[in-house]
């Protein structure tokens, strides 16, 4: 794949499974970065970190931005489709290609999420295929799935 936009995002499937969710306080949106979210117990959608479980789906974001500090005063739009394909930068280690589907986790670095390629403890991601490649050849970025196998659902009693 050649070089492209530092926009990362859907790179694949549907856009008809997209609903709008309230924010939790002060979250950090960054369009250099992946936007994986996680449910709180309110009810509300943060930054997936490299514990997240309660994965909702995916940010629709085009811009930098950070959520008002008022909790769920920011709405936003979530791609919730599990078949869908996204890319998101390489924080932690070197893409390989006897990586393709595989998991992996993420982490958080500087406010900018990103596939953890040295790690596969919570397994949040499924690795599809390397995704961007920079001029010097390297791989920068992952496609990957929502891992289903992974979510964690709680009961509404």
């Known amino acids: 794949m050649a070089q492209q936009s530092t926009e990362y995002g859907r790179r694949a499937g549907h856009s008809w499974c997209q609903f709008y969710w309230p924010v939790a306080a002060s979250e950090v949106f960054k369009k250099k970065g992946g936007s994986l979210l996680v449910a709180d117990t309110n009810g509300r959608v943060a930054i997936c970190t490299a514990t997240g479980t309660l994965i909702i789906g995916h940010a629709r ?16 739009q979530v791609d919730q489709d ?3 394909v996204y890319e ?6 070197t893409w390989n290609d006897n990586m393709r ?11 900018i999420q990103g596939a953890n390629l040295s790690a596969a403890a919570v397994r949040p991601i499924e690795l599809i295929d390397k995704g961007t490649t920079n001029a010097a050849g390297t791989v920068v970025s992952v496609l990957y799935k929502i891992n289903r196998l992974i979510l964690t659902r709680t009961t509404v009693v």
Request: aromatic share 2%.
């Open 61 to 76: 974001v085009s811009e930098d931005f950070t959520a008002s500090s008022t909790a769920g005063a920011t709405p936003m």
């Open 82 to 84: 599990l078949e869908n």
């Open 88 to 93: 998101m930068p390489i924080n932690t280690g």
């Open 101 to 111: 589907g595989r998991v992996a986790d993420i982490s958080v670095s500087s406010s």
